[in-house]
């Protein structure tokens, strides 16, 4: 029985992501007669995909934080609610066209590469704390590159004067730069803790190979980035194409340090032990 219910949430949050996904391009592709539904549908995918996490993990006997396929379904999950959260203040529908896709691949990433866990036995604080930190950064800097893009996309259909055809279906440039802003305010303390929290528990656990130290070489990185468009926009009166721009690298190098755990598992040699413990 909860094999069919797992397999009936699945096929229906990939339908309902696939339909979200359709309608809010079909809403930006025409000025009338647009198909409505998509918030809807939307929630209606991460609510089924929820459901699909829950069953899986359950069958698995795999926590949803332990492992990648899994934390990256937590963290689309997390993007969709903010983007559903988001458009009831601001005119955010297109974006819909990207936090789709966004839950979806998660989704089908989940079913078809395996519910293994990473491999690693971290103390419970270290989990709750730095995973959970780090998805919901994750979540809300998706975002924020999501607005970001849209706005570069937005100001160069502008100047090329061919915004024409397209207006009036996305979001104003202000409101673009007002939500950009936002997620990555939320986020950064996130980033912030995550990194903190990973720096505090590294000494405990053997790390040191070369792949380790790239990766929170790409995470200091990203924390500066970012960090300083959100300082240059208070200091400097950076908005619009520059805190654009600024996001958008920070996004980029964030999905680097997302791209070195996802290839971590296949290349794990067994369980990280905090020091001092000796294999039996």
């Given at each position: 029985?909860?094999?069919?219910?797992?397999?009936?949430?699945?096929?229906?949050?990939?339908?309902?992501?696939?339909?979200?996904?359709?309608?809010?391009?079909?809403?930006?592709?025409?000025?009338?007669?647009?198909?409505?539904?998509?918030?809807?549908?939307?929630?209606?995918?991460?609510?089924?995909?929820?459901?699909?996490?829950?069953?899986?993990?359950?069958?698995?006997?795999?926590c949803p934080v332990e492992s990648v396929n899994f934390a990256l379904s937590v963290a689309s999950l997390v993007a969709t609610a903010?983007?559903?959260?988001?458009?009831?203040?601001?005119?955010?529908?297109?974006?819909?066209?990207?936090?789709?896709?966004?839950?979806?691949?998660?989704?089908?990433?989940?079913?078809?590469?395996?519910?293994?866990?990473?491999?690693?036995?971290?103390?419970?604080?270290?989990?709750?704390?730095?995973?959970?930190?780090?998805?919901?950064?994750?979540?809300?800097?998706?975002?924020?590159?999501?607005?970001?893009?849209?706005?570069?996309?937005?100001?160069?259909?502008?100047?090329?004067?061919?915004?024409?055809?397209?207006?009036?279906?996305?979001?104003?440039?202000?409101?673009?730069?007002?939500?950009?802003?936002?997620?990555?305010?939320?986020?950064?303390?996130?980033?912030?803790?995550?990194?903190?929290?990973?720096?505090?528990?590294?000494?405990?656990?053997?790390?040191?190979?070369?792949?380790?130290?790239?990766?929170?070489?790409?995470?200091?990185?990203?924390?500066?980035?970012?960090?300083?468009?959100?300082?240059?926009?208070?200091?400097?009166?950076?908005?619009?194409?520059?805190?654009?721009?600024?996001?958008?690298?920070?996004?980029?190098?964030?999905?680097?340090?997302?791209?070195?755990?996802?290839?971590?598992?296949?290349?794990?040699?067994?369980?990280?032990?905090?020091?001092?413990?000796?294999?039996?």
């Open positions: 029985m909860t094999a069919w219910a797992e397999l009936v949430s699945f096929l229906v949050g990939t339908l309902a992501y696939l339909a979200a996904a359709v309608i809010f391009f079909v809403q930006i592709l025409r000025r009338e007669g647009a198909p409505r539904g998509g918030p809807w549908l939307l929630a209606g995918g991460a609510l089924a995909h929820f459901l699909y996490v829950t069953l899986a993990s359950t069958v698995a006997r795999v903010a983007f559903l959260l988001a458009r009831l203040r601001w005119t955010l529908d297109a974006l819909g066209v990207v936090v789709a896709p966004l839950g979806l691949v998660p989704l089908l990433g989940t079913r078809l590469a395996g519910l293994d866990a990473a491999g690693q036995r971290l103390p419970p604080v270290f989990l709750t704390l730095h995973v959970a930190a780090n998805l919901v950064g994750l979540a809300l800097f998706s975002l924020a590159g999501a607005a970001a893009a849209f706005y570069l996309f937005v100001e160069r259909r502008l100047k090329q004067k061919r915004f024409a055809s397209v207006a009036g279906r996305l979001p104003p440039l202000d409101t673009l730069d007002q939500a950009e802003h936002r997620f990555l305010m939320t986020g950064f303390p996130l980033l912030t803790l995550g990194i903190v929290t990973g720096t505090v528990w590294a000494h405990r656990l053997h790390i040191g190979a070369g792949s380790e130290l790239w990766r929170a070489a790409l995470s200091l990185l990203t924390w500066l980035v970012l960090g300083g468009v959100l300082l240059l926009r208070v200091a400097a009166g950076w908005r619009g194409r520059r805190a654009a721009v600024g996001t958008l690298a920070g996004f980029l190098f964030a999905l680097l340090v997302l791209v070195g755990y996802l290839v971590r598992p296949a290349h794990a040699e067994g369980p990280l032990k905090p020091r001092g413990e000796v294999s039996a």
